[in-house]
């Protein structure tokens, strides 16, 4: 497997390089005292020959008994016990060899057996309790940052999941409406009804071009807006006025498909409609301070829009916002006058109007 491979190799650069730190090291505060004798060299061979080997067979039984897989307080009692254990059966090898070769110092070539190793060990417990401090640190910082990256993987999935959810849930809402729109002209207009389904279908046509992405720019989500308005016209007739306020340059700003379209929808389903004289629509776009401003002004009071705004159209335009801008994006319902009710919405600017898809 490349993967292991790779690591395998990271493992064998990191731990020759440290043992030959640790000999520079040993070697240039050697030198500070004075002449080094040839023994010295020896017994640094042998420690560093003993200790890269005693270091890896550690990782071995690190590796053989998942122990980087248990709780953190189990992984350091078991650093602590394997420490102890490997400097002691190291502190024996190496303690063996030397006084078979005689290369102990002379303040030790007299002492028992037992006194030597002790004197070994005490040195060997603190180097090879920084090996598995390094060993153990360096695989838990890499452990968090793969479970960071695996982390923020989910969270793009689940994000990307609840796009498409939202998605799929307005396209419906729309279309049924529409329908219905359309139903309640048959009778009474053939004609009528007949162009209202080509302007069905030319907002289908658009919606599912926009549905590709997660963002479309405010030109197309306007065009869209205006044959659903060009629908609903047929149906409400003269109780239905439109207006715009469109500032050119927004129309290349990216926004949410088919948003614009829903909070439309909301000012007609709870503020025209609720009116027998009908009301005024008017749509503005342009920019606040750093934010493009997006606006649905409809006749109406906010008390109908009570019930409504716990529906699944406007609090679909609050989830997307959210998924997509995080806290950079806003979106409020007012009473503007005591005849006007505003629906606006604050995006964050986009360089140059990208487009995410």
């Not at 502190?91 to 002492?111: G, H, P, Q």
Request: glycine share 4%; hydrophobic share 45%.
């Amino acid at each position: 497997m490349p993967a292991m491979n790779f690591g395998t190799k990271r493992y064998w650069i990191f731990q020759v390089g440290g043992w030959a730190i640790f000999a520079v090291t040993n070697l240039f505060f050697a030198l500070l005292y004075g002449e080094v004798p040839i023994t010295y060299f020896y017994r640094l061979f042998f420690f560093l020959t003993l200790g890269l080997a005693f270091s890896h067979l550690m990782r071995e039984f690190i590796h053989q008994m998942q122990v980087l897989f248990k709780p953190v307080s189990t992984q350091i009692l078991q650093l602590i016990l394997l420490t102890f254990i490997s400097a002691s059966f190291f502190a024996i090898t190496y303690s063996v060899i030397l006084d078979r070769l005689d290369l102990f110092i002379s303040e030790l070539k007299n002492k028992s057996f037992f006194t030597k190793v002790l004197s070994v060990t005490f040195s060997a417990v603190l180097v090879f309790f920084i090996w598995n401090c390094l060993y153990f640190i360096y695989h838990f910082i890499e452990k968090s940052r793969r479970q960071q990256l695996n982390t923020l993987q989910l969270e793009a999935l689940i994000k990307e999941l609840e796009l498409k959810t939202i998605k799929a849930h307005i396209n419906p809402h729309f279309i049924f409406n529409s329908l219905n729109s359309i139903r309640a002209l048959i009778d009474e207009n053939p004609v009528r009804a007949r162009n209202a389904i080509t302007e069905l279908s030319n907002i289908l046509r658009s919606s599912m071009a926009a549905d590709k992405s997660e963002t479309v720019s405010f030109e197309k989500e306007l065009n869209i807006v205006k044959d659903y308005l060009a629908l609903e016209n047929m149906r409400f007739e003269d109780r239905l006025k439109v207006q715009y306020e469109i500032d050119e340059d927004t129309l290349d700003q990216p926004v949410p498909p088919m948003m614009l379209q829903t909070l439309v929808e909301n000012a007609i389903k709870h503020g025209i409609s609720k009116h027998i004289s009908g009301g005024v629509i008017k749509i503005i776009s342009d920019y606040k301070n750093q934010y493009h401003q997006l606006a649905v002004q409809n006749t109406g009071q906010l008390n109908g829009y009570v019930n409504g705004a716990e529906g699944f159209g406007l609090s679909s335009t609050q989830n997307r916002l959210g998924l997509l801008y995080g806290d950079k994006a806003s979106f409020e319902i007012r009473q503007l006058t005591p005849s006007i009710v505003e629906a606006r919405v604050l995006m964050p600017l986009s360089p140059k109007g990208e487009l995410r898809g």
